[in-house]
Each structure stands twice: as C-alpha cells, then as structure tokens.
Antibody, heavy 120, light 110 residues
Framework: EVQLVQSGPEVKKPEESLKISCKAS????????IGWMRQMPGRGLEWMGI????????RYSPSFQGQVTISADKSISTAYLQWSSLKASDTAMYYC?????????????WGQGTLVTVSS | QSALTQPASVSGSPGQSITISCTGT?????????VSWYQHHPGKAPKLMIC???KRPSGVSNRFSGSKSGNTASLTISGLQAEDEADYYC??????????FGTGTKVTVL
C-alpha cells in the first residue's frame, strides 16, 4: 500500500527555523514527484512546490519561491519542507502528496497533514 | 499564478445532482486536460476523486463525474448522499510547469 506519513504538529516562535517531513512507503520513492500544499486556517489549498527525489529537481510556486525549501533524502524515502525564519503567517496545515507517474498530473495519496503553529 | 475560481458553496438535497464549476485561464484549465478534483473532509487527508478531467480512480463512486469546456471544468455529483458533504477543490497543471488549486467549494447536503 502506498502511504505518506507526515511528522507531528509543531509549535514554534517567529524567526525560528523548522523542517517537517513526509515519509513514503509502498513504492519506489525516487521515481515519483512529491508535492507540498498549504492550507491556512479557514482557507483553501495552495500548491507550494514539488520535488523529484530521483535527481532532486525542484519546482516552486512563485508565491513560495524563496520562502521555503523543499528537499528529499532518497536513502530514507523522506521528503522535507523547511523554513529558515518562520512568520506568524506560516501558521497552517501542510500536506504532502505523491504526484502520479510520468505523464500524470494529479496527486494521490496525500499525507495526513502537519499542523504548524507560529506564535510568540 | 491566481487560484482557479470555484463557487464558495453549493447545496442540494439527498438524491439530487449538483455541479461545481472551476474556472481558470488559457494557461491552465484551457490549455491542458490535466484537471483533477479532490474531496476534503475536515481533519482528514484530501482524496482524489477525478483526474485528467473525466477519469475516476479505482474505488471512487460513479456518482462523481467530470467535464471541461474551454477554461471551465466541472464536477458533478449525482444521487447526492450525506457522506458527500465536504470541501471540494479542483486543480490544474499550468503552462509554467506548476500546479494551481481552486478556491474550494463547500458542499452541503440539506
């Protein structure tokens, strides 16, 4: 069974750094893109970016370019989303999801989400 | 990249059919047959319901169907059931090799 399991909820202060994870199982991690999505409180889903673990090719939404870093570690089948300096406006639920194979432009399955709360 | 436009809410009685629209541009919805739809129950992971405009993944009820005309895609839920009450999001691949989601639609079963 293809599964994505995300790291647990985080409570951080502004300007702190953070790295959340998304561990994949049940398929060849290197061969499928992994995307990250944000859902701010009371708002809709936003596409943040995507990484191909096979060669670490990474694409970002213009809205998130320079604000976050997406990475992956093939050796432990895990993708990451990180911030160097959090802001209160980064408070949100973050989801990872596997993109379909070559030529597929959809996301399935999704992780359970990681709630990030940034507050002084 | 602006979010695709969806109605904020749609409602219907059990057994009825409802349609959710998803309007983009000629750089996303209108340029590719790569529109997907996701069902999101609060507190749970989003679930893929439709991919490639019209395709239903294995296990998804045939009460869900998708279509597209020009820059607007649509999701139709027929035979509405209480369990269909959720938020629904469309998504499209874009000419910038990125993805964009819709603004989301809350479906209420009356």
């Amino acid at each position: 069974e293809v599964q994505l399991v995300q790291s647990g909820p985080e409570v951080k202060k502004p300007e702190e750094s953070l790295k959340i994870s998304c561990k994949a199982s049940g398929y060849s991690f290197s061969s499928y893109w992994i995307g990250w999505m944000r859902q701010m409180p009371g708002r809709g889903l936003e596409w943040m970016g995507i990484i191909y673990p096979g060669d670490s090719d990474t694409r970002y939404s213009p809205s998130f370019q320079g604000q976050v870093t997406i990475s992956a570690d093939k050796s432990i089948s895990t993708a990451y989303l990180q911030w160097s300096s959090l802001k209160a406006s980064d408070t949100a639920m973050y989801y990872c999801a596997r993109r379909g194979g070559y030529g597929d432009y959809w996301f399935d399955p999704w992780g359970q989400g990681t709630l990030v709360t940034v507050s002084s | 990249q602006s979010a695709l436009t969806q109605p904020a809410s749609v409602s219907g009685s059990p057994g009825q059919s409802i349609t959710i629209s998803c309007t983009g541009t000629s750089s996303d919805v209108g340029d590719y047959n790569y529109v997907s739809w996701y069902q999101h129950h609060p507190g749970k992971a989003p679930k893929l319901m439709i991919c490639d405009v019209t395709k239903r993944p294995s296990g998804v009820s045939n009460r869900f169907s998708g279509s597209k005309s020009g820059n607007t895609a649509s999701l139709t839920i027929s035979g509405l059931q209480a369990e269909d009450e959720a938020d629904y999001y469309c998504s499209s691949y874009t000419s910038s090799s990125t993805f964009v989601f819709g603004t989301g639609t809350k479906v209420t079963v009356l």
